[in-house]
């Protein structure tokens, strides 16, 4: 699905990351954890194609990324959903808007099948009634489901989600990873989550990575994490 | 569109008439609470301990800021203004007089107008997206939980920095629009230098200097409360921001128009006054 | 010593804070959990009078806070201090500079105090000197967020009222974060209010906690007896963690 090769990024003269290797299998979750501002979300990035590599490969969809044409590539994006951090929600356009979105632009559904599809997904993501809501009206919560839904409107096979649960209180966080949970059944979904979140990292994720000084290391299997004290992010490697 | 105005039509005399006057309320109210803001500025100007290396720091920015524009402008303007009257002056064989003529028109209307526009779009815009971002990320509630009046500290300097700077800016276009009359009066009109110059001084008067000047100092009061006030009260997120210089640059704009005709039509009624009490006098 | 009495508070339709009470005690850290919009935030604004109730009373040492004039809240803000859980630093001024900045403009230090006390103040939550020349925007989240511990530490308060300290922050950073509000409490003599949904940084740092629902606390008791409570809607909580 996901195949990264010795791929390095460098953004203003700093090396960001280097030699970071990653395959991910149809169907499979990883979880990646790491410091903050350790990389993460620029992987992510880099790795749907969004910012573009110093070095290595991607492979999407056994696709490499430097050999396809732009049109390619906007096949490639439609296959993919990506749930940004801070939900970017587009200020301008309500709930039903935003998450209507991809399909109006970049497919050629007719009016009535993107509300219909809209309007389902609402229901799905717990949203009913919001549709016409602005962003600025909408709880923290409530924009991170607008954001998921933003995500996977078109029914792609891969997800990227970038901390879905940043900042959330308990309950609210409990909520939105089971309705991933939910999503990644429903659409077998092949899911990339950053997040530092025990309870959401064991609940979603298979695999766990961490992204830490630059290289991207395995931890193993994500039920096995501990962020217990005393240690300290290298000494959670295993070697 | 089409939609609200069949809104309006639909809705009967009343109801608009009703609209009309919760606009003009509103526009009132606006008015308002930026007098009320001025205010408070105003007195806090005079407040212990008085922020004057922000005050050094905010006169540099404005400033330089303004520099290159008003340089460029004035100068192309001058030249203009001397172009478009020359040519016309020319046809009575007055072209002498141009130095006259021209100065006069910019010292009163194009220097101060021209200079107080550019500093709309440069200070009044920066100053408006800045305290906008400040509001809108929460540095100024910050700034209140230090125990710190954001007024004094934040608005005041501002505020002093755009009032002294369109009064020294107006000055020093008015000098550069000066050098481009001159200049453009002399490779493309052919006007004697001396000539420009003494007529420079002979038909400019003192009052259209000063009458020039004393617009400028009021047109650098809009621009500064505009701009403060409109970031100050940024309403949240990007759009807030965009909103507030969005604000600035519109009222502060026609402020400035509004302000510059109104003196124009009192200074000429004033004078008209003044002519017709000396005539009587004299009669 | 801090005092809410039949607090009331109503954004739109529904109450806030609802008819809400507390004492809190000199040198206590009291942790108020709750859900996201339960009304924390709101609490300690108007603590420090950037909001106002609609009814009832708040108390610090003696004086009416709710009913303060905004130059009477600029002592009380200097005593109590406010951490917001955005960094807000300004960001057109050094770290120094921001440190340094109530400083200032309430104490009357030379330069060369101000120097050492900025230096003092960046060794107390831990962070660089070297940082000291940098600007917000080159610092981690981490970082500013002890900056904007050290600015509010610089006016001597008293009182601290820490909004969400943790949130954001990966989990060894949130660690340090909590241990750092233990220490100053104790280097400092402070009373603290923290309010956020950190069930770890509770267990470590309160003395006790309240649990925020409905407008008023469901709960209120010390961290182990806290767990133990029946209450459905803490347990909701306690499991969703």
């Known amino acids: 699905m996901l195949k990264l090769e010795s791929l390095g990024l460098e953004l203003g003269g700093k090396q960001i990351f280097s030699d970071v290797n990653l395959a991910v299998r149809e169907k499979e979750s990883i979880a990646l954890i790491g410091p903050s501002g350790a990389g993460k979300t620029l992987l992510l990035k880099t790795a749907c194609g969004l910012i573009p590599a110093k070095t290595g490969r991607i492979f999407l969809f056994g696709q490499n990324l430097a050999k396809t044409g732009f049109l390619e590539k906007q096949e490639l994006r439609e ?17 039903s808007d935003n998450i209507g979105f991809p399909l109006k632009e970049a497919f050629d559904l007719g009016q009535a099948e993107i509300k219909a599809r809209v309007d389902s997904l609402l229901k799905q993501l717990g949203l009913e009634g919001a549709g016409k809501k602005m962003p600025s009206q909408l709880s923290g919560g409530m924009k991170k489901r607008v954001s998921l839904g933003r995500a996977i409107v078109h029914r792609p096979k891969l997800l990227f989600c970038d901390d879905p649960t940043a900042g959330l209180d308990p309950i609210t966080s409990a909520a939105i990873s089971d309705l991933i949970l939910k999503l990644r059944e429903e659409l077998q979904l092949t899911l990339v989550l950053i997040s530092n979140q025990l309870s959401v990292i064991k609940k979603l994720a298979d695999r766990a990575f961490m992204l830490y000084q630059g290289a991207l290391r395995e931890i193993g299997s994500a039920k096995d994490i501990e962020f217990s004290s005393g240690k300290e992010w290298d000494k959670m490697v295993k070697q | ?25 509103e526009i009132i109210e606006g008015i308002g609470s930026r007098v009320l803001f001025l205010w408070q500025v105003l007195r806090k100007i005079v407040a212990r301990p008085f922020e004057i290396r922000e005050l050094i720091v905010q006169l540099y920015l404005v400033g330089v800021q303004s520099l290159g524009i008003v340089t460029v402008s004035g100068f192309f303007v001058g030249g203009i203004v001397a172009i478009q009257f020359g040519y016309a002056l020319n046809m009575f064989g007055a072209k002498v007089y141009l130095g006259g003529v021209t100065t006069s028109g910019l010292l009163r209307e194009v220097g101060p107008v021209l200079v107080a526009v550019m500093i709309t779009g440069r200070i009044g815009a920066y100053i408006a997206a800045e305290m906008g971002t400040m509001k809108v990320t929460e540095q100024i509630d910050a700034l209140r939980c230090l125990g710190l009046d954001p007024i004094p500290v934040l608005v005041v300097p501002r505020f002093l920095a755009v009032l002294l700077m369109v009064f020294l800016l107006t000055i020093f276009g008015l000098l550069v629009s000066l050098l481009g009359g001159i200049v ?3 490779f493309l009109l052919d006007v004697n230098f001396s000539y420009y110059l003494v007529n420079l001084l002979k038909l400019t008067t003192m009052a259209a200097f000063l009458i020039g000047i004393i617009k400028s100092f009021i047109f650098g009061i809009f621009i500064a409360t505009i701009a403060c006030f409109e970031g100050y009260n940024a309403e949240p997120g990007a759009e807030g921001v965009g909103r507030a210089v969005n604000h600035t640059l519109v009222y502060a704009s026609i402020s400035i128009y509004m302000v510059d005709y109104i003196v124009a039509a009192l200074v000429s009624i004033t004078f008209t006054l003044a002519q017709s009490i000396i005539f009587t006098i004299g009669v | 010593m801090i005092e809410f009495k039949n607090l009331y508070k109503k954004f739109g339709e529904q109450p806030v804070i609802n008819n809400l009470s507390l004492l809190i005690e000199d040198g206590e850290i009291f942790f108020i959990l709750g859900i996201t919009g339960a009304g924390k935030t709101v609490l300690i604004r108007m603590l420090v009078g950037l909001l106002k109730p609609d ?17 009477e809240l600029k002592e009380l803000r200097r005593k109590c201090g406010l951490i917001f859980q955005s960094p807000t ?3 057109s001024l050094t770290i120094f500079e921001n440190i340094a900045f109530g400083m200032r403009r309430h104490f009357s230090f030379s330069e060369s105090e101000i120097s050492a006390r900025v230096n003092g103040l960046l060794e107390l939550v831990h962070l660089d000197r070297e940082l000291s020349k940098k600007f917000p925007e ?15 530490i610089a006016l001597e308060p008293k009182y601290l009222l820490y909004d969400e300290p943790t949130t954001g922050l990966d989990p060894f950073t949130s660690r340090q974060i909590s241990s750092l509000i233990l220490e100053l409490r104790q280097k400092l003599s402070l009373t603290s209010i923290v309010v956020s949904h950190d069930l770890e940084s509770m267990r470590m740092v309160s003395d006790r906690v309240g649990l925020l629902h409905d407008g008023d606390f469901a709960v209120i008791a010390k961290p182990n007896e806290f767990e133990q409570s029946g209450n459905p809607f803490l347990r909701r909580f306690l499991e969703a963690s």
């Open chain 1, 79 to 95: 296959k993919i959903g990506f749930s940004f951090q801070q939900a970017a929600l587009f200020d301008f356009l309500d709930v």
């Open chain 2, 184 to 186: 453009t009066s002399y």
């Open chain 3, 89 to 91: 630093l300004f960001d």
């Open chain 3, 55 to 71: 009814r009832g009373e708040i108390w610090l040492d003696g004086k009416r806070v709710d009913r303060m004039s905004e130059e």
């Open chain 3, 138 to 152: 080159e610092l981690s989240y981490g970082q500013q967020k002890r900056v904007s511990l050290a600015r509010a």
């Open chain 2, 1 to 25: 569109m089409q939609e609200r105005i069949l809104n309006l039509l639909s809705l009967g005399i009343f109801s608009n008439l009703g609209k009309i006057f919760i606009g003009l309320m």
